[in-house]
Structure formats: structure tokens, C-alpha cells
T-cell receptor, first 113, second 115 residues
Framework: SQQGEEDPQALSIQEGENATMNCSYK?????LQWYRQNSGRGLVHLILIRSNEREKHSGRLRVTLDTSKKSSSLLITASRAADTASYFC?????????????FGKGTKLTVNP | DSGVTQTPKHLITATGQRVTLRCSPRSGDLSVYWYQQSLDQGLQFLIQ???????AKGNILERFSAQQFPDLHSELNLSSLELGDSALYFC??????????????FGEGSWLTVV
């Protein structure tokens, strides 16, 4: 089952605006990762935040993690048309002694020029 | 370019047939993962191999099987294909077997269309 659920499912903004995407999950995690996927292409790793971290930055990306609420957010500042893509959160979960990276259904971001 | 190579990029086949998808991981990566992405199911983890051995299993059907060879490339075999198997199949690789703190790198995927 999908453990990470992104919100909103789709987001349309103007270039220069900030985009915020949220992810909620159900079980305890070791870390949470955000990936980006251009239409029909492979997934590109953006950022990883460990369960003992609360915030992480990478360029125009800011990720927060609230383990008490089992949620994370991805903020893209000063968005560009090239940021148009789907964004997925993924959680590393241990089940039955093995680890699996479980993805949410993603947020489709459209940045209009 | 992630360094993960998948072939073929596109494949069209008929129901009931069998296909093999191939993956070459990044140089030095010992773990290979297979994922299926479809519109209705999203990204589903299928299976992971580490250094030739199965390490974790996800929602992989019995009609599907995979293996990782001594040179670390991997193949995903899909048999008795059904229309619902049409999807984008991703291979990914990572250096270690554990996911914690371990970035995994995805290939561009193999588009499978079953007609």
C-alpha cells in the first residue's frame, strides 16, 4: 500500500511564486526522500531528510519533517518553468526484516511562465 | 544521466507473451531495485537484489521474476502478459543494501505496452 500521500495532487502556479507540497505517511520511518519526475522520465533524487532532522535545505529547495505528525513538506522557492514536473515523497520502511522505499502518488506541479 | 541504463526503452507486445527487461546499475552499485509505475497504482516496489541475492520483495506478481547476474546487471522477466501489465518499469541502483541514508538512482524506464 502507498504509505506516502502527497497533497495537493496537482498545483499550478506562476513563475517566481513559491510552491509547497506536503506528504503524509502512516508508519515510523528511517528517513524520507523527495524525488522529481519529468513527464515519462526517470525519477531524480532531490533531497533526503533523516528522522532525527527537522529541516534541510538544498538550493531553492527546503524540506521539513515533523515525525510527530508523520508529515513532510517540500518548498520550492522562486519557481521556474523548468520546475514543472511531478514530485514524490518516499519513505524507507522496514517490513519483515527488509527495507523498502515506498512512494506516494505524487504532486503534479505546473509552473506557468 | 543517473548512470543506470535500461533496455529496451519501449516495448509493445501481445497478451500472453513474455518479455525481458534489462538493467545495468551505476558503476560500483551492488543493489538493484525494480519498480512498476502505472496511472492507477502509482509507483510500486517490485523487488530488490543485492550482490546477486534477493534482498526484499514487494508487490511482485508470481508471473514476474527477476535476477541479478555476477556482473551485477539485472533482468526482470514478465510472462503471461495481461493488458493491466502495461506500465513504465523502472530499475534503480544504490551502493549498499540498506536504504537508510542511501540514495538510490533511477534509470529512464522501459515503457511496456501490452495489446
Amino acid at each position: 500500500s502507498q504509505q506516502g500521500e502527497e497533497d495537493p495532487q496537482a498545483l499550478s502556479i506562476q513563475e517566481g511564486e513559491n510552491a509547497t507540497m506536503n506528504c503524509s505517511y502512516k508508519t515510523s520511518i528511517n528517513n524520507l526522500q523527495w524525488y522529481r519526475q519529468n513527464s515519462g522520465r526517470g525519477l531524480v533524487h532531490l533531497i533526503l531528510i533523516r528522522s532525527n532532522e527537522r529541516e534541510k535545505h538544498s538550493g531553492r529547495l527546503r524540506v521539513t519533517l515533523d515525525t510527530s505528525k508523520k508529515s513532510s513538506s517540500l518548498l520550492i522557492t522562486a519557481s521556474r518553468a523548468a520546475d514543472t514536473a511531478s514530485y514524490f515523497c518516499a519513505t524507507a520502511q522496514t517490513q519483515g526484516g527488509s527495507e523498502k522505499l515506498v512512494f506516494g502518488k505524487g504532486t503534479k506541479l505546473t509552473v506557468n511562465p | 544521466d543517473s548512470g543506470v541504463t535500461q533496455t529496451p526503452k519501449h516495448l509493445i507486445t501481445a497478451t500472453g507473451q513474455r518479455v525481458t527487461l534489462r538493467c545495468s546499475p551505476r558503476s560500483g552499485d551492488l543493489s538493484v531495485y525494480w519498480y512498476q509505475q502505472s496511472l492507477d497504482q502509482g509507483l510500486q516496489f517490485l523487488i530488490q537484489y543485492y550482490n546477486g541475492e534477493e534482498r526484499a520483495k514487494g508487490n511482485i506478481l508470481e508471473r514476474f521474476s527477476a535476477q541479478q547476474f555476477p556482473d551485477l546487471h539485472s533482468e526482470l522477466n514478465l510472462s503471461s502478459l495481461e493488458l493491466g501489465d502495461s506500465a513504465l518499469y523502472f530499475c534503480a541502483s544504490s551502493a549498499r543494501d540498506r536504504l537508510s541514508g542511501n540514495t538510490i538512482y533511477f534509470g529512464e524506464g522501459s515503457w511496456l505496452t501490452v495489446v
